[in-house]
């Protein structure tokens, strides 16, 4: 089940926040740990088996480290065994085929695909297992002695399949003890609603478009820019919009989850970019795996070590397919460049210079993102560079049919979007007399629209694609 579904928006969670409200504070973790299995559950119940062995196994791993605190060299092995049966839990059902796969291009070698299929959002719950008991062994959270506390912390249906990656420690207090409100329920739904839009409303209808170019025998270059263009907004407002659900719906059920994303597409330079997309991942990077490595604080060579390292996981970490990897190193080493050759040149250069160099690079970087298959890669790169021509007979109608939605799409994504949408509700309270029941009522409506629009576009449309299911 995701949240951009007919059977989610209004059966399942109606029910769950109805229940939610209406049960004592006590019953309420009970009935969010429910409700997160049935969630997970709904498509494929057997992996929901998966994320109980992960529940009761960091359970036990931080109950481990806990017990051993005083004894350094056992807290280590415990916390090296949790490591360890994590990333074995994400290989074995991940990577498995990847690895098989390159193993037979030995010649002699002809191992059988395993076939494991991919359990949903196994990436995002291991991680945040795995950052549970780092987080213990560094007591920076305690350790949960309630497993249902614990079972809910990973199974919690809001950020469950798509993230954010939500640090134990951010939100060991709210599971214990929380307030929920109805003004805070309220922000929510307005959360919830505008992420719905962005995802169904803007990342469905460039998707499509990108969908029907990137199959394209022979795009032209004015064809295949489109269609990256298409792309870089789909994949924006598919996992932007995802978060912003995923926060609206902890804010509903009282917690308070760190922002995800911060307008990426305004950044001046690679490095500003990644600290404005998928922030807690890049965060988790940061705190768990490039921060023990040794940081910059080792000298030079190693700081370049540490940072390729960390980009080769996270490209890895979105896939198991060579064009993950190279995605991830294509990053790494655009990050050190920047770091070491390009920083001073951007700062002295106008924004727009920034702006358009940032904008080529991450265009470039979601092509490398979009094809699994090498072969159609290089040639889709190779169309971009005008191999199939300049301009192609469905150019014009392709950019005609599609402006609309491209325009909305680039508003949108700018902060420009949101101050707009500020402006017109406070002209609404300022055009009447009682100026504040006026505001409420132009907020109420513009977020009803939003909401029956994206419902409207569920019922009628069966292209409703979640790039990040995968993940």
């Not at 992996?47 to 280590?76: P, Q």
């Not at 490595?293 to 060579?322: E, Y």
């Not at 920034?354 to 991450?362: A, E, K, M, P, S």
């Not at 500020?422 to 309270?429: I, K, V």
Request: charged share 15%; aromatic share 16%.
């Amino acid at each position: 089940m995701v949240f951009s579904s007919v059977e989610f928006l209004t059966l399942f969670l109606p029910l769950a926040a109805l229940l939610y409200f209406l049960l004592p504070v006590k019953m309420r973790n009970g009935l969010l740990l429910v409700f997160s299995l049935v969630f997970y559950a709904w498509g494929e119940p057997v992996y929901v088996l998966i994320m109980l062995g992960s529940i009761v196994m960091n359970y036990l791993f931080g109950l481990g480290v806990d017990r051993f605190r005083a004894r350094e060299k056992a807290k280590k092995t415990v916390l090296a065994l949790a490591v360890a049966c994590n990333l074995l839990l994400l290989g074995v059902f991940k990577y498995a085929d990847f690895m098989i796969g390159n193993l037979n291009l030995i010649p002699g070698v002809s191992l059988p695909a395993a076939e494991i299929a991919l359990p949903i959002g196994i990436s995002f719950f291991t991680f945040q297992a795995m950052s549970y008991v780092i987080d213990v062994y560094r007591t920076a959270a305690p350790a949960q002695k309630n497993i249902l506390n614990f079972g809910l912390y990973i199974s919690l249906f809001p950020q469950l399949i798509a993230g954010p990656i939500v640090r134990y420690s951010t939100v060991a207090d709210q599971i214990v003890a929380r307030r929920t409100d109805l003004d805070l329920a309220a922000k929510g739904i307005r959360r919830f609603i505008v992420g719905l839009a962005k995802k169904v409303l803007i990342a469905n209808n460039v998707g499509f478009l990108w969908s029907q170019i990137s199959v394209a025998e022979a795009p032209c270059a004015a064809d295949a820019w489109l269609g990256a263009i298409a792309f870089a907004f789909q994949i924006y407002f598919d996992f932007s919009g995802y978060s912003d659900m995923a926060i609206g719906l902890g804010h509903i059920f009282g917690f308070r989850f760190l922002e995800n994303f911060d307008y990426p597409y305004i950044s001046r330079s690679v490095t500003e970019f990644w600290r404005r997309w998928h922030i807690s991942l890049g965060t988790w990077f940061r705190e768990y795996v490039y921060i023990p490595l040794g940081g910059n604080r080792k000298g030079v060579a190693k700081q370049v070590r540490n940072i390729l390292i960390v980009w080769l996981l996270t490209g890895l970490w979105h896939g198991a397919s060579w064009n993950f990897v190279l995605w991830g190193l294509y990053y790494g080493v655009m990050l050190l460049a920047e770091k070491f050759i390009l920083k001073k040149l951007l700062d002295r250069a106008p924004a727009f210079v920034g702006h358009i160099y940032t904008l080529l690079i991450v265009l470039f970087g979601w092509v490398l993102f979009a094809f699994d298959d090498t072969k159609a890669l290089f040639a889709y790169f190779a169309a971009m560079f005008g191999t199939n021509g300049g301009f192609g007979a469905e150019t014009a109608y392709l950019l005609s049919s599609n402006a609309l939605t491209l325009l909305i799409a680039a508003i949108a994504s700018l902060p420009l979007g949101a101050k707009l949408a500020g402006r017109l509700f406070a002209r609404a309270g300022k055009s009447r007399r009682g100026g504040r029941i006026a505001f409420r009522a132009a907020e109420l409506g513009w977020y009803l629209l939003l909401f029956l629009l994206s419902v409207a576009y569920l019922v009628d449309s069966t292209y409703n694609p979640f790039i990040y299911f995968r993940f």
